[in-house]
């Protein structure tokens, strides 16, 4: 799939050197890459939902559920930590997890 450059869904993983390993159409394709060990990276640089500004995974939480769904379907809306529980209340989600908290078990529980 070729992955359109201006889309606000657009993710990296990224390697040790800051450099990008792999690009993806959704956080979620690049979360299941990286954790089932395809694409070796050492982190995941997303755009936030609101600013649309691409950032490292680590400062942003990753929302689960609720009615935004990304090109693919449900998806990961990755946000700023202190915007994550007013997006949780505003679009119905469930939870805002860690980069590191983003197991296969929750990438399983998405489709």
Not at 61 to 72: A, E, K, Q, W, Y
Not at 74 to 89: C, G, N, T
Not at 94 to 99: D, M, P
Request: proline share 9%; hydrophobic share 40%; net charge neutral.
């Amino acid at each position: 799939m070729k992955i359109d450059p201006s889309s606000a869904w657009r993710t990296e993983l990224v390697g040790p050197n800051g450099a990008p390993v792999a690009g993806f159409d959704t956080p979620r394709c690049a979360f299941q890459a990286w954790r089932s060990g395809k694409v070796a990276a050492t982190a995941i640089r997303v755009p936030e939902y609101y600013d649309r500004r691409p950032r490292d995974g680590a400062e942003l939480r990753f929302v689960v559920g609720g009615d935004v769904l990304g090109p693919m379907g449900p998806d990961l809306v990755p946000v700023e930590p202190s915007k994550a529980d007013k997006f949780i209340q505003d679009h119905g989600a469930e939870k805002a997890l860690r980069v590191e908290e983003v197991t296969a078990d929750v990438l399983s529980a998405l489709r």
